[in-house]
């Protein structure tokens, strides 16, 4: 009889929890909707969406207006925006960016574009899967100082909760104005308005999805180079955003993170300091130098290239994976990295001719989508000086 009673508590349980799940499922969907209607019926990728930071269109437009603001800096000398610029496919231009306080951060910043199908946000940093979760790094690193929020909380606040134009729009997303200026608001406001920034209208999504034959020669010749067995390509950037690995470690998880021979620092494998990739997270060896696989959507905009902006061209990227790693000469840096011992196997070398490096930089720039660049759904709002 306990049995039978067991069972049927089980049962009751198992049911009420898939209906929670399947409710959770179907609030979190609903919560994105206004989001979601956004994106093209071609693009087929997982989502990440946080579900504890629901999403409308008002918190987002809140968010562009802190995305722009300086004075969430400690010295309101830098935004978001300062290393996410619109012109640059929200990057910065530079090969590593600068912080507040004028010092050189540890990577060249990343294209904030199509975020909510990236699982993995930074470079090398396999914990972060949601903006709302990132966001704390460049609040609050102070080694080096990003924005610089450590220890000016306080401060950064009631500039936010003085300001009559905030005051009102945090009333009106979040119902309580003298409650709702809080750390975790502002990054909620963000963090939408970042998930909001989409780019799917390069010539090879008008070409590939809407079947419009607006590729050239050189360019389709370049794209059958990428996918073909030759180069490889496709087998790290595949997926919409061509950021997608297809590989496979040996547990049958995807492969995020790789060495492809940037460096090799005394003939040992070793990365310069003070960026050495997801080892600096694991402390494994043999995750020296190994960093999450980039978009290459908008490489027009996004150079340099690299996780240190390493790479000023294009040209110089492909001879890289050409040569089966970078050969360095550059005092302490000297080193083969086709020799890297923790490089990728995938990267082997190959050659081409001038004319196929030609065709396949021309397929690659064709990934870019300049109307991202001028969107005014992204721009910046302010209409004075933000230092005040």
């Not at 071609?42 to 930071?53: I, Q, V």
């Not at 800096?73 to 290393?83: D, G």
């Not at 190994?290 to 110089?316: C, K, M, Q, W």
């Amino acid at each position: 009889m306990k049995s039978r009673q067991l069972l049927v508590i089980l049962i009751l349980s198992f049911a009420a929890l898939s209906f929670y799940l399947v409710s959770a499922k179907k609030n979190q969907t609903r919560s994105y909707s206004s989001l979601l209607k956004e994106l093209p019926s071609f693009f087929s990728d997982s989502l990440y969406l946080y579900p504890a930071n629901p999403y409308n269109e008002a918190k987002a437009e809140l968010g562009r207006y802190l995305f722009y603001d300086r004075r969430l800096s400690f010295n309101k000398t830098k935004s978001c925006a300062s290393c996410h610029d619109q012109k640059f496919s929200f990057t910065d231009g530079y090969r590593r960016s600068i912080g507040a306080a004028g010092d050189l951060l540890q990577r060249n910043s990343s294209p904030l574009i199509n975020i909510v199908y990236k699982k993995y946000l930074t470079a090398a940093d396999s914990s972060l899967h949601y903006p709302e979760q990132q966001i704390n790094n460049p609040m609050f690193h102070n080694t080096p100082i990003e924005l610089g929020w450590k220890g000016h909380e306080e401060e950064i606040l009631d500039r936010i909760k003085n300001d009559q134009f905030y005051r009102s729009q945090f009333k009106e997303v979040f119902a309580d104005a003298d409650k709702s200026v809080t750390i975790k608001n502002i990054q909620y406001c963000i963090a939408s308005f970042i998930k909001s920034i989409f780019s799917y209208n390069s010539r090879f999504d008008q070409f590939f999805y809407q079947k419009q034959d607006v590729l050239s020669a050189s360019e389709k010749k370049g794209m059958q180079l990428f996918f073909s067995a030759k180069l490889n390509c496709s087998s790290c950037h595949g997926g919409n955003n061509f950021d997608k690995s297809i590989l496979q470690d040996d547990n049958g998880k995807p492969l995020i993170y790789f060495n492809t021979g940037l460096y090799n620092i005394g003939g040992k494998g070793d990365y310069p300091e003070p960026d050495k990739g997801l080892y600096q997270q694991t402390g494994n060896r043999s995750d020296m130098g190994r960093y999450r696989i980039p978009t290459l959507r908008n490489l027009a905009f996004t150079a340099p290239y690299y996780h240190d902006g390493s790479a000023v061209t294009l040209e110089e990227v492909i001879s890289n994976y050409e040569n089966g790693g970078r050969l360095t000469a550059r005092g302490l840096l000297n080193g083969n990295g086709s020799a890297n011992p923790y490089k990728s196997n995938l990267i082997k070398g190959f050659l081409l001719t001038g004319e196929e490096e030609k065709d396949l930089i021309s397929f690659l720039l064709a990934l870019s989508d300049s109307s991202v660049l001028v969107n005014k759904k992204y721009s910046n709002p302010f209409r004075y000086d933000e230092t005040k």
